[in-house]
């Protein structure tokens, strides 16, 4: 066995711990939960890059979250939400830990409540949050349009376009403690900034009541999409890719100072640097998680030394630290 099959399918003990945490969780699980080991991670992100999860979960009820969780707290195995895996690099060696989505329908709902307001479940898909608002008449989600996660991602990341962010329209958020408790937070309570919620660092997101700007006629929010999504298409690539890899520096893009370094167009096997939008890498077809992250460390290091700045990551890397790695 070479050294990086190793690192894949873990050490004969590492692979004890996860078939004896499938074995336990399997008879506790509703006959509707998915629950596999070694799932592959790089069909189930937009970069498509990466390993498996050892572990990975798709709850089909509350009950099933708090028994997945609650094992797993018991047992001491790292927990990793997946949403529609928009904003994730995976390494290559995957995921040491349970990998849990709420990619079931029970997750997804869009319920109006009657007064102008929405519920929304983590699950739903951003784009079938616009879809579903604008032929309803609500105004206020369009910049969302083109932002490929579900709600509970983009609630953890405080996703934005536009000039908006999500919680500008978030009123209150359900979500699930590490020991299973379900709790609702108003706005005002919650800590969120830049691609960054702090409540959500830990919890589970179950979903996020909505509060619409207004009401207007389900045509004009359509039009107001549109704009959106013909801007996103002349701006953005269309490879695939984790969306924006670094934060934007205080005062500065950092799509422009990469451009500026002389990084379109940079490439590590297939990953690249995008010639459309610097500030996306791209793969083209076999990248693997090595070779993004060597393209990751390449930029940081070339516009530094052009520039100046140190870029932050706005991606994570999944089940681990960048600071493990840069
Ligand atoms: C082409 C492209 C364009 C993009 N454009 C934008 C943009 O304009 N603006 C923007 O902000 N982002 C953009 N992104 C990045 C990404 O789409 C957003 O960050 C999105 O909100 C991530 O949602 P997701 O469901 O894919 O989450 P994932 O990438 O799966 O996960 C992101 C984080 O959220 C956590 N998470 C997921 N679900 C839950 C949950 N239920 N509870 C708690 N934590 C959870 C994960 O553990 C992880 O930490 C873009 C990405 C791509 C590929």
């Known amino acids: 066995m070479t050294a990086s099959d190793r690192s894949r399918s873990g050490t004969a003990p590492d692979r004890r711990r996860w078939d004896e945490l499938l074995a336990r969780l399997r008879p506790q699980l509703s006959a509707g939960a998915k629950l596999t080991g070694e799932e592959s991670l790089a069909t189930k992100t937009t970069m498509r890059v990466g390993g498996a999860a050892r572990v990975y979960a798709e709850p089909a009820s509350v009950a099933d979250l708090q028994i997945l969780l609650g094992e797993a707290k018991a047992h001491g195995v790292p927990v990793f939400m997946l949403g529609r895996g928009s904003n994730l690099i995976v390494p290559d060696e995957g995921v040491d830990g349970l990998v849990i989505s709420l990619a079931q329908e029970a997750w997804a709902g869009f319920v109006p409540t009657g007064d102008g307001r929405v519920w929304a479940g983590a699950g739903l898909r951003l784009k079938n949050l616009c879809g579903l608002a604008a032929k309803a008449g609500l105004v206020g989600f369009e910049f969302l349009e083109g932002i490929p996660g579900n709600v509970g991602g983009a609630l953890r990341m ?3 376009a536009m000039g908006g962010w999500i919680f500008d329209v978030v009123e209150e958020v359900r979500l699930m403690t590490r020991d299973g408790e379900v709790r609702t937070l108003a706005k005002a309570a919650m800590h969120v900034d830049y691609r960054h919620c702090a409540e959500l660092h830990d919890a589970v997101a179950l979903g996020a009541l909505l509060r619409p700007a207004t009401q207007a006629d389900a045509a004009a929010v359509k039009r107001q999409m549109d704009a959106y999504a013909q801007k996103r298409h002349e701006s953005q690539p269309r490879e695939a890719s984790a ?3 670094f934060k934007n520096p205080p005062g500065h893009s950092a799509g422009r100072l990469i451009d500026e370094s002389g990084l379109k167009g ?6 690249e640097v995008s010639r459309v939008h610097a500030n996306f ?7 693997s998680g090595a070779d993004v992250l060597e393209l990751v460390r390449r930029v940081r290091a070339r516009v530094k030394e052009a520039k100046g700045v140190d870029l932050e990551p706005e991606a994570l890397l999944y089940g681990k630290s960048w600071h493990d790695v840069l």
């Open 158 to 160: 405080n996703a934005g």
């Open 243 to 245: 969306g924006c890899i």
């Open 266 to 271: 940079e490439r590590v096997g297939d990953a």
């Open 281 to 287: 890498i791209v793969n083209r077809g076999r990248a």
